[in-house]
């Protein structure tokens, strides 16, 4: 059984820096593709990146993109979202989820159509 679990979250100032990791125990992640999901309060949970298995295809939210890059070392069983130039807007937790297809993962069913999740790590972003 595949588990995820985020990593990194935590208070920063507007403008600032954070990177998230999302590890996997219980099976190699490099037959899946990972997304990154958020849910500000108050909001429904919306993707925010998506990384094919091999690492060779992204997608953004358009809300992130130039801000935001997700990256996978395979080798650690790790993904990674490099987040930059944090708005308040960003605050939200943040999930990471997998599944075989990266079709599903950039597919307006993403939601529930991973297969895997995490937890989530909480963002926040203020002054």
């Known amino acids: 059984q595949l588990q995820l679990v985020e990593s990194g979250g935590g208070l920063v100032q507007p403008g600032g820096s954070l990177r998230l990791s999302c590890t996997a125990s219980g099976i190699s992640l490099d037959f899946a593709a990972i997304g990154w999901f958020r849910q500000a309060p108050g909001k429904e949970r919306e993707g925010v990146s998506c990384?094919?298995?091999?690492?060779?295809?992204?997608k953004y939210a358009d809300s992130v993109k130039g801000r935001f890059t997700v990256s996978r070392d395979n080798a650690k069983n790790t993904v990674y979202l490099q987040m930059n130039s944090l708005l308040p807007d960003d605050t939200a937790i943040y999930y990471c989820?997998?599944?075989?297809?990266?079709?599903?993962?950039?597919?307006?069913?993403?939601?529930?159509?991973?297969?895997?999740w995490g937890k989530g790590t909480l963002v926040t972003v203020s002054s």
């Open positions: 990384i094919s298995s091999s690492g060779g295809s992204t």
């Open positions: 989820a997998a599944d075989r297809l990266f079709e599903v993962c950039v597919s307006s069913y993403a939601n529930y159509g991973m297969n895997y």
